[in-house]
C-alpha cells in the first residue's frame, strides 16, 4: 500500500444530485420565462380586467383638521389664521419666524417681512426696527424693545408662501 487513498463516488448519486440541481433552476428561472400569450393575443375582456385604476381621493376640505393641528408638530395646536392678533405688538405683526441656523457658537434667526416680502437674517444683540434679538433658542426668539419683550416662535409651514 502506497498511502494515497482513493475515494469514489457513487455513479447514482452524482446523477440524483445533476437532476435536482437541473430541477431547482428551472424552478428558479420559471417566473421570469414568457408566457407565449402576447398583447394582441388577449382578448379585449381580459386586459380590460387587468386594468387597475386607482380609487377616488376624499377632497382637500376633509383634510382640515390635519392642516390646522399638524402631526409633526409638537404643540399640535391650532395655527392662527395669520391676521393681527388683538395685544401683538408691532414687531409680532410684521415679522415671522423661519428657521434657526446654529453652526457651534454661532446662532442666526430667519424672519420673514410679511409686509416687504423679505427676508432678515439676524444674529443676537442685532437691532431690527428699534427692537434688539436678545436671546436665540431652539425653536424661538426674543426681542426687546419699546413695549417689553416679545417672543416669536417657530410656526409650522412657515418657510411656504
Do not use: C, K, N
Request: aromatic share 6%; glycine share 10%.
Amino acid at each position: 500500500m502506497t498511502g494515497r487513498m482513493t475515494f469514489t463516488q457513487p455513479r447514482g448519486l452524482t446523477i440524483s444530485l445533476g437532476g435536482l440541481t437541473v430541477l431547482l433552476i428551472a424552478a428558479a428561472i420559471w417566473p421570469w420565462l414568457p408566457s407565449g400569450r402576447t398583447m394582441s393575443q388577449a382578448t379585449p375582456a381580459a386586459a380590460a380586467a387587468e386594468r387597475v385604476t386607482a380609487p377616488a381621493l376624499p377632497a382637500l376640505t376633509a383634510f382640515s383638521d390635519t392642516v390646522e393641528r399638524p402631526l409633526f408638530w409638537p404643540a399640535r395646536r391650532r395655527i392662527s389664521a395669520g391676521g393681527p392678533v388683538a395685544g401683538a405688538t408691532l414687531l409680532e405683526q410684521r415679522y415671522r419666524l423661519l428657521g434657526i441656523v446654529a453652526i457651534g457658537e454661532v446662532r442666526r434667526a430667519v424672519l420673514d417681512d410679511v409686509g416687504g416680502h423679505r427676508t432678515v437674517e439676524l444674529a443676537e444683540h442685532a437691532a431690527l426696527d428699534g427692537w434688539t434679538l436678545t436671546r436665540i433658542e431652539a425653536e424661538s426668539v426674543t426681542f426687546e424693545g419699546p413695549s417689553g419683550t416679545t417672543t416669536l416662535a417657530l410656526r409650522p409651514g412657515a418657510g411656504s408662501r
